[in-house]
């Protein structure tokens, strides 16, 4: 397969020039070479269609011909924007959506911002799309606290996408003054719509706002949950961490099967999202901490609390050596152990299975083709 953007550096698909059955046989080789020795590795998960999986795009917005703004992702390595109309990665109605929005940023002479002189007003554009629901959110951020004419922009953009056959459920604006490579700033304007997109996974409903923190593959993050909640064998009697849990999804998506489920993750945001998703879904069942997943369940195996199942999606870096002994301490029936990090996973194992813990399996899901990352789910038992 190929993309023009390639030529221009774009470095967003590494793999693309690998045929996708190769790509999946790579990934699968790399992880058997790294977790074999603790268990079976299964087949991959590859998708069907490994195309336009992303439903959330960040564009940049850079000066175009003819005074124009444009908008692109930065080449690899650079601050160098290149124009992108078309993604092979992205959701392509959010392609579409993003022409509607630089169309009506241009119909309304918006600047784009210029990073060394500090001038101009749109930095980037966020674009994320409930795929089960089909709505669609448009964060636009400004370096500015005013958008000017804001109400023409929004009537415009509304009119451009009908035009385009889109739809647009809410606009947000989001001001982010910093120098800065992180996209959003703090401050947030709701300019139409609710300032959230409904999406629906694994039967359960989430309200995305512009900073929640959600998989970006929707397909293959219903294969991975599925995965994970089926390792968990759960039988509606269980106590259930759902340790670095995010939004809380695994956690809920487990939570009918489970006497309770509680969820433990850094990010206040999420956490407080993850509440909300508990209360909408009706889990009462479900709690959820902000708090450092360590230093948490360090001091729950303390207090002698016990869990009969442990789920843990930890970041790149992996966990800790800490939070594994406090597992070990908690004595659940079963780990489960979702992955972004095969190196990371197998350094963890290394300890969890000295401490008594067998890998019963590990099966790979493909949720980023034609990149260099692969998930696994690994599924442990107690001696
Ligand atoms: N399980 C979720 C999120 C997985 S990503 C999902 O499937 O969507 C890993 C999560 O770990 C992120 O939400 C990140 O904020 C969180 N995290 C990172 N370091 C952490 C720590 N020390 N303690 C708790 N959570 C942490």
Partial sequence: MNCKLRAKNCGGCPLLETE????LKQKEAAVRKLLSKYGPVHPIRGMAEPFHYRNKVISTFAPGYGGKLTSGIYAARTHKVLPVEHCLLQDEVLDTVMDAVRCAANACHYQPFHEDKGTGLLRHCLLRRGVATGQVMVVLVTAQ?????????????????????????TVVQNYNPRKTSVVLGEEEKVLYGKGFILDTLCGKTY????????????????????????????????????A?????????TAADKARQVVGVELNRDAVHDAIGNARHNGA?????????????????????????????????????????????RMAPKRVVYVSCNP???ARDLALLTKLGYRAEGFTPVDMFPHTDHCEVVGSLTRK
């Fill in 145 to 169: 606290p005013v958008l000017p004419g804001a109400k023409n922009f929004v009537r415009g953009l509304l009119t451009e996408a009908e035009k385009r056959s889109v739809p647009i459920t």
């Fill in 207 to 242: 309200a995305l706002s512009p900073r929640s923190f959600y998989q970006v593959n929707p397909i293959q993050t219903a294969v991975l949950y599925g995965l994970a909640v089926d390792a968990a064998k759960l039988t509606g009697k269980e106590t259930v961490l759902d």
């Fill in 20 to 23: 996708y059955p190769e790509q």
């Fill in 343 to 345: 190196e990371t996973m």
């Fill in 244 to 252: 670095y849990c995010g939004i809380g999804t695994i956690g809920l």
């Fill in 284 to 328: 009462k069942n479900a709690r959820f901490y902000a708090a450092d997943a360590t230093a948490w369940i360090r001091d729950a195996a303390a207090a002698g609390q016990k869990a009969d199942v442990i789920f843990m999606d930890p970041p790149r870096e992996g966990s800790t050596p800490e939070f594994i002994e406090s597992v070990v």
